[in-house]
């Protein structure tokens, strides 16, 4: 049982350029979401999805985009990478509501902009 | 909108020492609450939850919370710490309907030296 499966690892990018960070889960969770870690700040939510075609913004969203065209799969685009966006990511699923409500977290992707 | 602040950023115990770390929210309806641990180089992992009944919650490892709804904290506990829960600590919290939309804390670094 892989858990949520986060691509690349490491990235650098320069100033401008656009990238995906994958993101999928094999465990047919219906809500998943997309993290930023940054030193100090903890982490903040970028977007989240509460299942197949639907997607809202979270607390951080501007400069990324998301889709969810499909229950496994949450990429993460970033449409012009700034050095504000240096930062690890972090996608997250949640198995159902209620009393069960575990987030499981993916490795996390480094990613560094120049 | 929820907050959730860590009083401490940086804790430096012995081994065996009893460690209590703070957390507190600001929402004023129902909240689940939650602590992450990441151990380094390693995603986040869930140490408890509070739904709702005894607010004293256990996790693992032998951490424990208690949830003081007329304090709004819910403080992470353990009698006895050992070298390898050296990491950081998140605290979170979310709405009563659980979507993984997770407010954190700005994370505590606790290290523990042998």
């Known amino acids: 049982n892989a858990g949520v499966t986060q691509t690349p690892k490491f990235q650098v990018l320069k100033t401008g350029q656009s990238m995906t960070l994958q993101c999928a889960q094999d465990?047919?969770?219906?809500?998943m979401s997309w993290y930023r870690q940054d030193p100090g700040m903890g982490l903040r939510l970028i977007h989240y999805s509460v299942g197949a075609g639907i997607t809202d913004q979270g607390e951080v969203p501007n400069g990324y985009n998301v889709s969810r065209s499909t229950t496994e799969d949450f990429p993460l685009r970033l449409l012009s990478a700034a050095p504000s966006q240096t930062s690890v990511y972090f996608c997250a699923s949640l198995r159902g509501q209620g009393l069960t409500g575990e987030l499981f977290f993916g490795e996390g992707s480094r990613l560094t902009v120049l | 909108a929820q907050s959730v602040s860590q009083h401490n950023h940086h804790v430096i115990l012995s081994e065996a020492a009893s460690l209590e770390l703070g957390c507190n929210y600001s929402?004023?309806?129902?909240?689940?609450l939650f602590w992450y641990v990441q151990y380094p180089g390693q995603h986040l992992q869930l140490l408890l939850k509070?739904?709702?009944?005894?607010?004293l919650v256990k996790g693992i490892k032998g951490f424990e919370a208690e949830f003081i709804k007329s304090k709004f904290s819910f403080n992470l506990r353990k009698p006895s710490v050992q070298w390898s829960d050296t990491a950081e600590y998140f605290c979170?919290?979310?709405?009563?309907?659980?979507?993984?939309?997770?407010?954190f804390g700005q994370g505590t670094t606790l290290q523990v030296k042998p």
């Open positions: 509070y739904f709702s009944g005894d607010p």
């Open positions: 929402y004023g309806g129902t909240v689940n």
């Open positions: 979170a919290s979310s709405g009563s309907s659980n979507t993984g939309k997770l407010i």
């Open positions: 465990m047919n969770h219906e809500y």
